[in-house]
């Protein structure tokens, strides 16, 4: 059998890797994955390593899960691939059903595309085509809060405000409005996150007060701001901004790529507010982790809007050519099967008390600013001064310190910059929280010291 060497020489040879300096692998070694078995990761040394973040926060209920795998391979012999325009399948129709069913109230129609990114674009497009098709082409912007990331293609960046992600190519992006962003890390001493995210509100008010006649959509990502650090804030901000959105006369995006299908102890993060937004976007765990597929929720009256003779051009012409593939629709099924047989979500609130058991000793860390949770993501902020919450320099890659820690002791722990975070898969047990919550006590003494 070739080794993990054969394997990582092939790949740098020939492999350009995403979200990756290349030249850092001439001191870290790739690791090539011979295999997936529940929440493990396999090498070719036969190395095991448990997979904290579940590969990118999409495997949710293991690796070769047997119900996802026996539904994807009877799909397999029954049909691959059709186009969507002009023709249909059974899985397609049957997953917008169960999306429809399960997703809040108001919500009536499904768009599919291939991933998260161009699951976002089809709802700014969808915006801006709406109040185009009404009558209202003046409102064509859109605005987003401050930190929050929403994909790597040129319309996802423009309503992202991640430097990182988004600096080098601002030349290319849409003008949009960032507003300060709810983000709880910088509340007051005492205050709680409600009152902070109350407060923060303030900003989303003005801009929709000064600019809703030009605005098409707010967009924002539900309770946890992901890529920009795990940041997190209250429910109430988004029942504030359903309330304004709706008084202003503008579309609320919820970005639920991340967060849906289970990762905040409910269903969708949006619920915890009690709201419905105009448009829902949905990947990531919607295929359980197995496939690339997006979905965009919205409502009846926009989906009106774009109902009309073909001579109007009012129709909506966005189309992939992978759009709603039936493998993946046969997947995304057998994981709302899981979700509907298994109690999940019970499940996942109990898991998500053990993980705050397990770091509870780290809020007192004299490098840790902030251990923070919502359900099932729970980040912990490494800092060089805690009073302060002065950062250390980003130069200084300590997170990366945890991680290398982590891979030596077999756990796959993927920091965002300085802040160690885990999404693990729901299938992990009590005994595996309190394990990696050790490796990753240790790797932070290390990577701090």
């Not at 026996?70 to 012999?77: C, H, P, Y």
């Amino acid at each position: 059998m070739p080794s993990n060497s054969h394997w990582m020489r092939r790949d740098l040879a020939a492999v350009w890797h995403p979200c990756t300096q290349m030249k850092d692998h001439e001191s870290m070694p790739l690791i090539p994955i011979r295999r997936g078995d529940g929440i493990w990761l396999e090498d070719y040394c036969g190395k095991r390593y448990l997979d904290a973040v579940s590969s990118w926060w999409t495997n949710i209920f293991g690796h070769c899960n047997p119900r996802i795998n026996e539904r994807i391979k009877q799909q397999v012999d029954q049909l691959e691939h059709v186009m969507l325009a002009g023709f249909t399948h059974a899985p397609v129709v049957e997953l917008s059903e169960r999306l429809l069913q399960l997703c809040p109230k108001g919500l009536a129609r499904v768009f599919y595309a291939d991933n998260g990114s161009a699951g976002i674009e089809v709802a700014l497009k969808m915006s801006h085509h709406y109040w185009r098709n009404i009558g209202q082409p003046q409102k064509k912007r859109f605005a987003t809060i401050s930190n929050g990331y929403h994909g790597e293609t040129l319309g996802t960046m423009a309503v992202s405000d991640v430097a990182l992600y988004t600096q080098t190519y601002e030349a290319l992006l849409m003008d949009c409005i960032k507003v300060p962003s709810p983000d709880c890390y910088y509340r007051e001493h005492g205050q709680s996150w409600e009152d902070y995210s109350i407060q923060m509100f303030a900003h989303m008010q003005q801009t929709l007060e000064q600019h809703h006649h030009e605005l098409a959509a707010v967009i924002v990502e539900p309770l946890v701001q992901g890529a920009g650090g795990m940041r997190m804030y209250h429910p109430v901000y988004l029942s504030l901004l359903r309330q304004a959105c709706d008084e202003f006369g503008v579309h609320l995006i919820v970005d639920e790529i991340a967060m849906g299908f289970g990762r905040t102890g409910s269903m969708f993060a949006c619920e915890q507010a009690q709201i419905t937004p105009d448009f829902m976007v949905l990947s990531k765990a919607l295929t359980g982790g197995y496939l690339p597929l997006a979905a965009v929720l919205t409502t009846e009256q926009v989906y009106q809007a774009f109902y009309a003779d073909y001579a109007s051009m009012k129709a909506f012409l966005h189309s992939h050519t992978y759009t709603a593939n039936p493998l993946a629709c046969a997947a995304a099924l057998a994981s709302l099967d899981i979700f509907a047989e298994d109690d999940v979500i019970v499940r996942n609130q109990l898991l998500a008390q053990e993980m705050g058991k397990a770091t509870a000793h780290l809020v007192d860390h004299p490098h840790v600013a902030e251990v923070r949770q919502t359900g099932m993501v729970l980040a912990i902020e490494m800092v060089q001064d805690k009073a302060s919450k002065k950062p250390f320099p980003w130069q200084e890659r300590r997170g990366l310190r945890v991680y290398e820690h982590a891979l030596e002791q077999g756990a796959l722990l993927r920091p965002l910059g300085n802040v160690v975070y885990f999404i693990p898969p729901y299938i992990i047990t009590p005994e595996q929280i309190h394990w990696l919550a050790e490796v990753a006590t240790v790797g932070i003494d290390k990577a701090v010291n």
